[in-house]
Structure formats: structure tokens, C-alpha cells
């Protein structure tokens, strides 16, 4: 007699015989589309295909082509091809502001009163020095710094950023009047943006979420600030002044092409005020 069924069965089954997983089926169907027309366009297989074939494949069609690139690790991998190489995918589109749109945005920080100070501030500092606004939350009150020269502001590693008009008579005026500095035992705060919490920064989520109801892009603010300080600047300059990496800065610079690789090392802070002097 055979033993009687249970409740077990199904999982068993469901184990066994796992379902495709879309992402693989997408792919199966992409390599069989590559080796079809690779075989009906050129007369050749896997093992015969060069890597210009492979090129005018990706070039010719979707993004989603892309996904023959697992199949050609494999088949290097098994020696079943050589000398096929697929490179990441970049993404064609880069969130991004007109120069236009950023200087409005500014001018209404600046001059318009759209906001509380706080946060007119805080916007001010990614549009005009490309900072992220996590980072923005975080900065302390002694990365403004007094020179005799005028305001400075302590960003990275490199020469502190020149703070021209009228930026800088905002920014005094923020820090004599910071809120939430009443939070907590002192009565002073080492942030430059204190939170709701005694001895804590804003969260950043809170400035997020504010300058994107006032109808700034975060990324596209940021990217169209880091653009045109490299058209101005040479880009491990901006690099050291304003904290990124070179090959963020160069990357910009590329795409805004400015070949600052082959412009002498000049003086920072002289090109930074002349770039970012809105109030001229």
C-alpha cells in the first residue's frame, strides 16, 4: 500500500523544481537574441565572434542588451570565446539644473526670503559649493572662519572657500541667531545647524525634505554647482577646497570640457571669489 500523502509534499516539490527567476529568463532571452543575430548577420557562433560584433550588438539597441554580459563571463570563463570584454553600462543622463535655474534658485536664497534663514543658508551651501546636504547638517560653527580678508569656510582638506557678498552677511546673520540653541544644558552649540536634540546637528532628512519643498533638485542643485565651479577652476582644486575626489571633479570637468589638466596650478581663493561673487 502506498504510504498516504502529506501536507510535506508540495514543499518538497516547490524545493526541487525552484521557478526561473525573471531576471535569469531576461537574460536566457537576451543571449539567445545576441547568438541569433550574431549567426544570421555575420555567419558565426560564440566561439568565432569578435568583440566588434559585441560592440555594434550593445550600440544598436536597448540598455537592456547589457545583459549578455554574464553569458560572456562565462564563456571566457570556459574558454568558450576570448577577448570579449563588455564594459559597465553608464548611466546616459545626469540629473542636472541649467545654470539658469541654479542662479534663480540662488538669488531667491540670497535676496528673496523664500525660506527661513536657517534653511535659505543651508540651501545656499549646496547651491553655490556643491555640498551634499548630510554633509551640510554636520558642519560645525568654527568651519566659518574670520579672516582679514573676509569669511572663510573650512570645507576639506584644502584651502578654506572664500565667502563673497552676499553670502557672507547671511551667514553672520544665521550664526548670531542659530536655532534650537536652546536645547540641552549650554547655551552655546558647535553646530553650525543644531538639532532638536541637546548636544546633536539637525537631522539631515529635515533640511531634505524642506529644500525640496521650495522646489530644489538635491542632485541636480549639487551636480549643476560642481559644473560650473570646474569651468571656472581647475578641478583638483575644487577637489581639495570643496572635499570630493578628483576623479568626481575630473569627471565633471570632462563633461563640461574644460581641460584644466593643462592650465598651470593657480591661486585658489582669487578664482573661487570671481566664480562664486554673485553680488557683483
Same mark, same amino acid.
Given at each position: ?17 525552484? &521557478? ?22 555575420? *555567419? ?31 564563456? =571566457? ?7 570579449? #570584454? ?11 539644473? #541649467? ?37 551640510? !547638517? ?13 569669511? &572663510? ?9 572664500? =565667502?563673497?557678498?552676499?553670502? !557672507? ?18 547655551? *552655546? ?7 532638536? &536634540?541637546?548636544?546633536?546637528? @539637525? ?10 519643498? @521650495? *522646489? ?13 565651479? =570646474? ?6 582644486? =575644487? ?22 589638466? &593643462?592650465?598651470?596650478? @593657480? ?11 554673485? *553680488?557683483?
Amino acid at each position: 500500500m502506498a504510504p498516504p500523502a502529506t501536507h510535506q509534499e508540495p514543499i518538497y516539490r516547490r524545493e526541487t523544481h525552484p &521557478r526561473p527567476r525573471p531576471q535569469r529568463e531576461a537574460g536566457n532571452h537576451r543571449n539567445h537574441q545576441f547568438l541569433t543575430w550574431l549567426k544570421l548577420a555575420h *555567419g558565426r557562433t560564440v566561439a568565432t565572434c569578435v568583440q566588434a560584433d559585441v560592440d555594434t550588438w550593445l550600440a544598436d539597441g536597448p540598455t537592456t542588451r547589457h545583459a549578455i554580459s554574464t553569458f560572456f563571463v562565462w564563456a =571566457v570563463k570556459n574558454r568558450t570565446c576570448t577577448n570579449i #570584454t563588455i564594459r559597465f553600462r553608464q548611466a546616459k543622463t545626469v540629473p542636472l539644473l #541649467t545654470q539658469g535655474q541654479r542662479l534663480a534658485m540662488l538669488k531667491a536664497c540670497l535676496t528673496d526670503k523664500i525660506d527661513t534663514l536657517h534653511y535659505r543658508v543651508a540651501a545656499t551651501l549646496l547651491l553655490l559649493y556643491a555640498q551634499p546636504v548630510v554633509k551640510i !547638517a554636520a558642519m560645525k560653527s568654527t568651519d566659518v572662519i574670520l579672516t582679514p580678508d573676509g569669511l &572663510r569656510l573650512s570645507l576639506a582638506e584644502g584651502d578654506p572657500a572664500p =565667502v563673497p557678498e552676499p553670502f !557672507a552677511s547671511l551667514l553672520t546673520e544665521h550664526l548670531a541667531a542659530r536655532p534650537n540653541m536652546r536645547t540641552g544644558s549650554s547655551s *552655546g552649540s558647535e553646530w553650525l545647524f543644531p538639532g532638536y &536634540r541637546p548636544g546633536q546637528h @539637525i537631522h539631515p532628512n529635515t533640511p531634505m525634505e524642506r529644500l525640496r519643498e @521650495i *522646489g530644489i533638485d538635491l542632485l541636480g542643485a549639487r551636480n549643476a554647482s560642481l559644473r560650473a565651479l =570646474v569651468k571656472e577652476v581647475p578641478a583638483p582644486l =575644487v577637489a581639495e577646497m570643496l572635499g570630493y575626489s578628483y576623479q568626481v571633479t575630473q569627471k565633471h570637468s570632462a563633461a563640461a570640457a574644460e581641460p584644466w589638466s &593643462r592650465h598651470p596650478r @593657480i591661486q585658489a581663493t582669487r578664482i573661487m571669489t570671481d566664480t562664486i561673487g554673485i *553680488g557683483r
